[in-house]
């Protein structure tokens, strides 16, 4: 199985600043990898997949990167409504996998 | 517009069964490889089973290996969960997510039911 580590479990960003944050797999995984934000209540949104393609309708402030094992999700300028909890998640290997999560809280 | 709405969820004993179901509404079902991810109360997502666009190839969490069975019937536009010998550790909100593909999720998963809550107690 492949272990995704999301760092780092909270961060505490205030509104118009950048924020980054990082998803490391315990083995390649190619670019096979997406990143999901939810909100209280919600179901999680697909927000890149492919490591670097935005979905559809997803602001291009939230970019990807990365490749084999260490990947990004970067968030160039915080809105209000960014702030939630963040997951990675690979589909090179069954059983897929998440990681544990980013908190992205108001600073 | 996709919809995906989940049902079936509720409080079962340790032990007991339970179906879940995911009826999907403005998208073709079969063209569209489905899968159940969970999560429990407070905690992070947990990927639990997947299943093809024509329902010949799935896939399992070992977590539930044995004990829970996805499968779809595209002429209803309805995705299962049976999940048996249920344990306190299956209890969880579970919601049914859509690949963009027919036979995997090979850009993630880009709409998502509202998920619906199993609590396995006794």
């Known amino acids: 199985e492949i272990v995704m580590t999301q760092s780092p479990a909270t961060l505490s960003v205030s509104p118009g600043d950048r924020a980054t944050l990082s998803c490391r797999a315990s083995?390649?995984?190619?670019?096979?990898l997406a990143w999901y934000q939810q909100k209280p209540g919600q179901a999680p949104r697909l927000l890149i997949y492919?490591?670097?393609t935005r979905a559809t309708g997803i602001p291009a402030r939230f970019s990807g990167s990365g490749s084999g094992t260490e990947f990004s999700l970067t968030i160039s300028s915080l809105q209000s409504e960014d702030f939630a909890v963040f997951y990675c998640?690979?589909?090179?290997?069954?059983?897929?996998?998440f990681g544990q999560g980013t908190k992205v809280e108001i600073k | 517009e996709v919809q995906l709405l989940e049902s079936g969820g509720g409080l079962v004993q340790p032990g007991k069964s339970l179906r879940l179901s995911c009826v999907g509404s403005g998208l073709t079902f079969s063209d569209y490889a489905m899968s159940w991810v969970r999560q429990a109360p407070g905690k992070g997502l947990e990927w639990v089973s997947a299943i093809s666009g024509s329902g010949g190839s799935t896939y399992n969490a070992d977590s539930v290996k044995g004990r829970f069975t996805i499968s779809r019937d595209n002429s209803k536009n309805t995705l299962y969960l049976q999940m048996n010998s249920l344990r306190a550790e299956d209890t969880a909100i579970y919601y049914c997510a859509k690949a963009d593909s027919k036979y995997y999720d090979i850009n993630g998963y880009d709409d998502w039911g509202q998920g619906t809550l199993v609590t396995v107690s006794s």
């Open positions: 998640q690979q589909y090179n290997n069954w059983p897929r996998t």
């Open positions: 083995h390649g995984i190619n670019n096979n």
């Open positions: 492919g490591a670097s």
